[in-house]
């Protein structure tokens, strides 16, 4: 299995700030890279595929970059309702594996 | 619009098989490359994917749950289906259906989920 994972587990950060999550795959995933919002008691959302193609309806404030074995999401102009926990996710093979997530609040 | 609901058994006992519907709107699981696929999350954990199947009758399973899942489509009435078998413990969590697709090699995000439902097992 690829294994993902993200870094920080967690991040503090203030309204307007700019911040970025990391993703490590275990091995190439040729971009097959996703990123998931998720508010509490809530479903993940799909903001990022293809490791930085915005998915429909997502502010532009997001934006994902990387290749390889390396991906991040930046949040540019924290909003409050950024808070949230972000999941990655490799399409690149089966099983599709998930990042443990990282827990975003506000400073 | 693309719609997607889950439902099942909410508390059952250890050694019990775990029973879950998917029922969907917006397409159809007889579209060439449409896959629902079924993924849980344990409370205030990370999320695992479980099965999918795919507008050709394809299915995929994760190897962590061996022989345990089994799914299924009824493409008519817009549903699928995952059956959990000697579900214990640690199979507590609420498990979402999502649609994704699965083409020429090629997997999909999971763009769209349902709202997802709580199974709690105990004894």
């Known amino acids: 299995d690829i294994q993902m994972t993200q870094s920080p587990a967690s991040l503090s950060a203030s309204l307007g700030e700019t911040v970025t999550i990391e993703c490590l795959a275990s091995?190439?995933?040729?971009?097959?890279l996703a990123w998931y919002q998720q508010k509490p008691g809530k479903s993940p959302q799909l903001l990022i595929y293809?490791?930085?193609s915005l998915n429909d309806g997502v502010p532009s404030r997001f934006s994902g970059s990387g290749s390889g074995t390396q991906y991040s999401l930046k949040i540019n102009s924290l909003q409050s309702e950024d808070v949230s926990i972000y999941f990655c996710?490799?399409?690149?093979?089966?099983?599709?594996?998930f990042g443990g997530g990282t827990k975003l609040e506000l400073k | 619009q693309v719609t997607l609901k889950e439902s099942g058994t909410g508390i059952l006992q250890p050694s019990q098989a775990l029973s879950l519907t998917c029922s969907f709107s917006?397409?159809?699981?007889?579209?060439?490359?449409?896959?629902v696929s079924w993924i849980r999350q344990p409370s205030g954990k990370g999320l695992e994917w479980l099965a999918d199947?795919?507008?050709?009758?394809?299915?995929g399973y994760n190897p962590s749950l061996k022989n345990r899942l089994s799914i299924s489509k009824d493409t008519s009435n817009n549903q699928a289906f995952l059956k959990i078998t000697s579900v214990d413990t640690a199979d507590t969590a609420t498990y979402y259906c999502?649609?994704?697709?699965?083409?020429?090699?090629?997997?999909?995000?999971?763009?769209?989920w349902g709202q997802g439902t709580l199974v709690t097992v105990s004894s």
């Open positions: 999502a649609r994704t697709y699965y083409y020429d090699g090629t997997y999909g995000p999971f763009a769209y």
């Open positions: 091995e190439d995933i040729y971009s097959n």
């Open positions: 917006g397409f159809s699981l007889s579209t060439t490359g449409i896959c």
């Open positions: 293809y490791a930085n």
């Open positions: 199947i795919c507008w050709d009758d394809g299915k």
């Open positions: 996710q490799q399409n690149y093979d089966s099983p599709r594996t």
